[in-house]
């Protein structure tokens, strides 16, 4: 491992340039997070000895110790913290404790980092022992890396997810069936999160928003379990297939772009699952009937619909052609009020709108 006690990270860099130092100090301990295994983690949610995960948390309270002595010495401490303080929301959480232990040091509290693993190893302290196989693993493996090796955005660590269902799914449970069960849950999470919008203000954003996490989560579900093994992409189109029969383009097209995000080959994925994913041939597929509605390109088209509603006054032809655009397309949401799906076959019942 690199982040050995005995390197200072912020030896080079003057205390009174406080963007640097901060720099600094995110740059140190998100290298040393990125150099902790996954392994590691499930170790230390499981009980036992994880020396690295150990080693990662002594050496923040390192820095924790140094950025202290650091403000202590400087003479302009008062300064120097009042201006990390307003840059602190630039660098990533675990920095952010560093420095703010260290600030909050100076008034007499005990140096230490208080840092937070607990988005980590939380969900993992819960999982079923008989979940911790080792195809498991790396699948979670796969995912951990995925959430956090490549994230941008330091506002929080999202909590780490643990959900395998989809993968095992597809495994030990017959495809129609799985797509019933599927359906089924997807249906519900489009009732549930229905209620917001009478519920809030800004309900629909809460709702579209719901249902994008839970599309995109599907998406990122398959390309991570191609990435375990490429044999399982034959399942996962057969699933496609079967959740496109029950008229669910929720869940499959969310497959059918982690299928393509996967890496699995264009000329093995059935020409109704690639065509449903343009706008003009999914609309065709609606006019059939309800549906859970693909929610991606919806949303995508209510943003250019309203982005051109703003560029044209109220009276304007242009203006009236995309409001119906709009109230169009929002219909299309809300065909899943019509749409009833069981275990063992799709009904569909026709209803207004």
């Known amino acids: 491992m690199d982040f050995l006690y005995e390197k200072n990270p912020l030896a080079d860099v003057e205390t009174a340039d ?8 995110d740059a140190a301990t998100w290298s040393a997070f990125l150099q902790v295994p996954f392994a590691e ?9 994880a020396h690295v995960v150990d080693t990662f948390l002594w050496y923040h309270e390192m820095l924790s110790v140094r950025l202290y002595y650091r403000l202590r010495r400087c003479s302009e401490a008062q300064k120097v913290k009042n201006d990390l303080l307003e840059i602190i929301s630039e660098v990533n959480p675990f920095a952010r404790s560093i420095i703010s232990s260290s600030i909050e040091s100076l008034n007499g509290r005990l ?47 999202a909590e780490f997810r643990t959900d395998t269902s989809l993968f ?70 057969e699933l496609a297939v079967c959740l496109y029969e029950r008229r669910n383009f929720h869940g499959s097209t969310a497959i059918f772009y982690g299928l393509k995000q996967g890496g699995w080959d264009d000329k093995m994925i059935p020409l109704q699952l690639s065509s449903i994913v343009n706008y003009r041939a999914y609309r065709d597929e609606l006019k059939k009937g309800p549906a859970l509605p693909f929610v991606f390109l919806s949303i995508k088209e209510l943003q250019l619909l309203t982005y051109c509603l703003r560029h044209h006054g109220p009276s304007s032809l242009e203006y009236k052609k995309n409001l119906r655009g709009v109230m169009c397309t929002i219909e299309e949401l809300f065909m899943f009020r019509s749409y009833i799906a069981n275990t063992s076959k799709l009904v ?3 209803a207004p709108l």
């Open 18 to 25: 406080t963007r640097s130092l901060a720099r600094a100090i």
């Open 41 to 49: 983690w499930v170790l230390k949610a499981t009980g036992r000895n």
């Open 111 to 157: 140096v230490t980092s208080d840092l937070n693993i607990g988005f980590i190893v939380g969900p993992l302290r819960v999982l079923p022992t008989v979940d911790l196989t080792p195809d498991v693993l790396y699948l979670l493996d796969i995912r951990f890396q995925r959430t956090y090796h490549r994230q941008w955005d330091y506002d929080e660590m």
């Open 168 to 237: 095992r799914g597809i495994r030990h449970t017959p495809p129609g069936l799985l797509a019933s069960s599927m359906t089924e849950n997807d249906l519900r999470s489009f009732r549930d999160d229905y209620a917001l919008m009478f519920m809030e203000d800004k309900g629909i954003h809460r709702w579209l928003d719901a249902l994008g996490h839970s599309w995109n989560r599907r998406c990122e579900d398959v390309a991570d379990g191609l990435q375990t093994d490429l044999k399982h992409g034959a399942a996962l189109v």
């Open 348 to 350: 569909i019942r026709a």
